[in-house]
């Protein structure tokens, strides 16, 4: 990451970027150096603030890790796009009725929440296997046997399932729909019409997509 930033200022390249990364490992060095090579947006997975959900799935980096990674973004003015995940088995209700809150609390820039789905050699789809909730392993016939569409089914009753993609809806509009939010949109885009016109689509969009969900669930 520091060779790619150092080359890009080497060779005075003036261009905007972003990234994919992790939260850890990185420091103030690599934000200076991002920053002064042109980057703009950080995207990162945080997938869950649980310490004991991190553990779980291995992913190798520590709440106080996170917390420090949007601490020093925020320093040195780096937009931040951070993807969690619900659904983990071990989730409160707790932990779900405080979620948004404790990631409000990061002020990430914008942010994606998704519904957890099994992957293959994981330690989640491993125990759905072994606990008898999947009768058969699909990620291995699919390998055999690759379909078209193929969709792994869910690992909860359907009802749990429409519940969690409620949820995470819910997350999304209460992220997007806050004044503060919207204000900063549309100042920071005042002076680029493109883009203002581009963000108040994806606004509408939100909306639509959430009222047709919202409409079909109250056909059914």
Request: positive net charge; glycine residues 4%; proline residues 6%.
């Amino acid at each position: 990451m520091i060779d790619i930033c150092n080359e890009i200022i080497k060779r005075g390249l003036k261009i905007k970027w972003s990234t994919r990364g992790r939260v850890f490992p990185f420091d103030e060095e690599m934000a200076e150096l991002f920053k002064k090579s042109g980057g703009i947006r950080w995207h990162i997975g945080v997938e869950t603030l649980d310490p004991e959900i991190l553990k779980y799935i291995k992913k190798g980096v520590t709440i106080p890790q996170v917390e420090n990674f949007f601490k020093i973004c925020h320093q040195y003015g780096i937009e931040t796009m951070a993807y969690f995940i619900i659904g983990f088995p071990m989730e409160t209700a707790e932990y779900r009725k405080n979620l948004l809150k404790n990631v409000l609390k990061l002020k990430p820039t914008y942010v994606y929440f998704n519904v957890l789905c099994p992957l293959p050699k994981t330690a989640y789809y491993q125990a759905l296997l072994e606990d008898g909730v999947f009768k058969k392993d699909f990620w291995a016939e699919f390998v055999k046997n690759p379909v078209p569409d193929f969709q792994i089914p869910y690992p909860r009753s359907e009802k749990e399932q429409e519940e969690l993609i409620k949820l995470s809806d819910n997350y999304g509009r209460k992220f997007y729909f806050r004044p503060i939010f919207i204000i900063r949109e549309i100042w920071s885009s005042l002076f680029y019409p493109k883009a203002l016109f581009y963000k108040i689509r994806a606004g509408f969009v939100m909306l639509y997509n959430i009222f047709l969900r919202r409409l079909s669930r109250y056909a059914e």
